[in-house]
Nanobody, 123 residues
Framework: VQLQASGGGLVQAGGSLRLSCAAS????????MAWFRQAPGKEREFVAA????????YYADSVKGRFTISRDNAKNTVYLQMNSLKPEDTAVYYC?????????????????WGKGTLVTVSS
């Protein structure tokens, strides 16, 4: 599976962005999908995950209530809608695919990664 994230950019605090991650191949629905982010000088951290069917989601406490993960298996795409953005959300955002059962939150547990897309939130 090849993943390509897009949709990053510069936004003011309180604004919104929607990230997309397009996957190649015909097995997209066989993978749980997740978003991670990495700020300068910090470790990569979990943001959100969604199950293969889209029926289950899980969020980091820091984004719960502000971010929404969704997927369209017909389009082989996963999305991250980010609202009420804060300067501390500034990071490179990565999408990842996990073929195991259960929503994973550890970067080391992901099977495939896309190249990141930069989100910058100005105060």
């Amino acid at each position: 599976v090849q993943l390509q994230a897009s949709g990053g950019g510069l936004v003011q605090a309180g604004g919104s962005l929607r990230l997309s991650c397009a996957a190649s191949g015909r097995t997209f629905s066989s993978y749980d999908m997740a978003w991670f982010r990495q700020a300068p000088g910090k470790e990569r951290e979990f943001v959100a995950a969604i199950s293969k069917s889209g029926g289950s989601t899980y969020y980091a406490d820091s984004v719960k209530g502000r971010f929404t993960i969704s997927r369209d298996n017909a389009k082989n795409t996963v999305y991250l809608q980010m609202n009420s953005l804060k300067p501390e959300d500034t990071a490179v955002y990565y999408c990842a695919a996990d073929r195991r059962a259960g929503l994973g939150v550890a970067p080391g547990g992901m099977d495939y990664w896309g190249k990141g897309t930069l989100v910058t939130v100005s105060s």
